[in-house]
């Protein structure tokens, strides 16, 4: 086990990030052209990387089973349109998100640990998670008590999530770093390796329930984070920008990112997700104009 | 004589209450009667018209909502900006090549037309609605509503022609994406001007300069367009957008021999309207 002083030592020693040099950065990919046949395989890419979500405080069962048949099929008019790679909800949907998807290969993720603000006592952050995976949860979407990480209190953010990465089992554990209220780019890399090194499978921009949610240049922080993770541990760590992501070409800015800094290694449905809920009937707009060559509308696509 | 450097305008596109420039960043000249260069007019490509068509979309819900008396509110607003721009209409008019006796006229006729469809916006229901007589006991009614985002290819009678295709449009509670005339569409800058200074909200009108050729295609198939009305298409370009829009069976209102200045009539309102009838059980 790391001790306080450790961990504040080397958190601290991790290079500051240069704020206008990684908003500039992020920008500059942000104007490649991406288009028709690269589009067309970009979108496809993007689909099958969607984290289907629905995180509201009127989830119905009835939502929940309409949102995994969406999943599973996109585009009822045309099958060949890729599955999502995921469907999030709250910890007591899950049962319903676990039946409705069986047989489908996608994989239910549930957030998870007094989501979104965090504010619980541990023991009630594990029984969540347990929960969540005893109803047959195949990944975790946790949040860091930002609260802590703010007032300097690393262990206390590495312990738990090392507490509930244990109380995942196999279940994969994302660790929401919630960039929107970390301030400072600085706080997101070092975020960024704090949760790496306690042991998440993923790390994940925002909850969504935040303002400003996942944008570029943090996601660039983190992809950076993963990829030197990487290269000094020999451990792969996925990236999930979440919130925020609304249009195909959003989407496709973060697929560029993700080639130019972690490397096309992470340009899979394993190693990067988009955690979205209306982007998905944008990628499906564009894709249907990329087939048929007319402009679609929204009326042809279902809204939730 | 002054050397003061003029100050000339930059003629943009009308897409959701904003000015932008073509997303292609291509333009055109526009010239005078006599061929003189005037100005450079914005030449729109088919993703402005995407854009705008969501505009369009966005606003419809918004404006459609309102009030039948708060649109006709509106747009005699317009009426009223129009009024004090009228000396600038006149003199876009002259370079088409009209005097200025005509030009007056012009600009007069299309503020009176305006005034004229903003009264029709809260009596459009009484005169295109009716209570039906059924054999039950029913209140039974029919009332129009909007049909949703109208792509208009404008004539080119460059300001009272515009204003005769826009206003019947818009004056039911639909959005509408507009094609200006392709030889004159300084007018139609100017009056979306007007339109973004007088309270209609952004993107209930869009106003696009550019080849009609190349626009019109893309709002007759766009599958978000409810109805189309090809006032400013050459009789030969008809057949080819009727099919196209038949994609999702847009209302079409086919170009006609019009003079503008004739007594215009409801159709071309009643021509983007639904209608939707309601039983109401009595005498229970």
């Known amino acids: 086990m790391i001790s306080a002083a450790e961990l504040r030592a080397f958190l601290h020693r991790l290079p500051g990030v240069d704020e206008v040099g990684a908003g500039e950065r992020a920008a500059r990919l942000a104007t490649r052209s991406i288009k028709t046949s690269a589009k067309a395989e970009a979108i496809d890419l993007a689909i099958s990387m969607v984290d289907l979500t629905t995180l509201e405080g009127a989830d119905t069962p009835g939502k929940v089973r309409a949102l995994c048949a969406k999943a599973a099929r996109p585009d009822p008019l045309d099958a060949g349109v890729p599955r999502v790679a995921a469907v999030c909800v709250y910890p007591d949907r899950v049962d319903v998100a676990v039946e409705a ?12 640990t007094a989501f979104p603000s965090g504010r619980a006592p541990l023991e009630a952050k594990l029984v969540d998670t347990r929960a969540a995976v005893e109803a047959g949860a195949s990944e975790i979407d946790m949040v860091i008590d930002r609260g802590a990480f703010l007032s300097g209190d690393l262990l206390k953010v590495y312990e738990e999530i090392v507490a509930v990465k244990d ?66 541990t020999g451990r792969q760590v996925g990236v999930k920008p979440a919130g925020g992501i609304r249009t195909t070409k959003d989407a496709i800015k973060y697929l560029v990112l993700v080639n130019e800094t972690a490397g096309p290694d992470w340009l899979t449905p394993e190693w990067f997700r988009l955690g979205a809920s209306s982007l998905l009937n944008d990628l499906l707009m564009q894709r249907r104009k990329l087939t048929t060559g007319v402009y679609s509308g929204p009326d042809y696509f279902s809204q939730d | 004589m002054s050397d003061r450097l003029a100050v000339r305008k930059t003629y943009k596109l009308f897409i959701g209450g904003a000015f932008p420039r073509s997303e292609s960043g291509r333009s055109y000249v526009v010239t005078d009667a006599k061929g003189r260069f005037v100005a450079n007019a914005s030449h729109a490509s088919r993703k402005d018209a995407r854009d705008a068509v969501t505009a369009a979309r966005k606003a419809f819900g918004g404006w459609s909502g309102r009030t039948a008396y708060n649109r006709g509110q509106i747009l005699y607003r317009v009426a009223e900006v129009l009024e004090g721009r009228a000396a600038q209409f006149v003199d876009e008019l002259r370079q088409t090549g009209v005097t200025k006796p005509q030009a ?109 050729a190349e626009l019109a295609p893309w709002l007759a198939s766009h599958m978000d367009v409810n109805a189309l009305d090809l006032a400013g298409v050459g009789a030969d370009a008809v057949a080819a957008l009727e099919e196209a829009a038949a994609g999702n069976l847009k209302r079409v209102v086919r170009p006609g021999d019009i003079d503008w200045a004739d007594e215009p009539g409801t159709a071309r309102m009643t021509a983007f309207l639904e209608t939707k009838t309601v039983w109401h059980p009595v005498g229970v």
């Open chain 1, 101 to 112: 998807l069986k047989g489908t290969g996608i994989g239910v993720a549930s957030v998870a």
């Open chain 1, 167 to 232: 109380a995942c089992g196999d279940a994969h554990l994302k660790v929401i770093l919630e960039t929107g209220e970390l301030v400072t780019l600085d706080n997101v890399r070092r975020a960024s390796w704090l949760a790496m090194r306690a042991g998440a499978d993923f790390i994940k921009t925002s909850t969504g329930k935040v303002s400003p949610a996942a944008t570029l240049p943090v996601t660039l922080v983190m992809l950076e984070a993963v990829r030197d993770f990487r290269a000094e």
């Open chain 2, 104 to 212: 007056v006229a012009q600009v007069d006729a299309a503020i009176d037309r305006w005034v004229w469809y903003a009264g029709w916006a809260d009596k459009l229901a009484a005169v295109a609605g009716s209570a039906n007589p059924v054999s039950g006991p029913f209140f039974n009614f029919s009332t129009p509503e909007p049909t949703g985002v109208v792509a208009v290819v404008a004539p080119d009678s460059p300001l009272l022609g515009l204003v005769s295709v826009v206003a019947p449009a818009i004056v039911s509670g639909n959005t509408a994406v507009v094609v200006a005339s392709e030889p004159a569409p300084l007018p139609a800058v100017t009056l979306a001007e007007v339109l973004a200074t007088s309270d209609l909200p952004g993107g209930v009108v869009n106003i696009l300069t550019g080849r009609r």
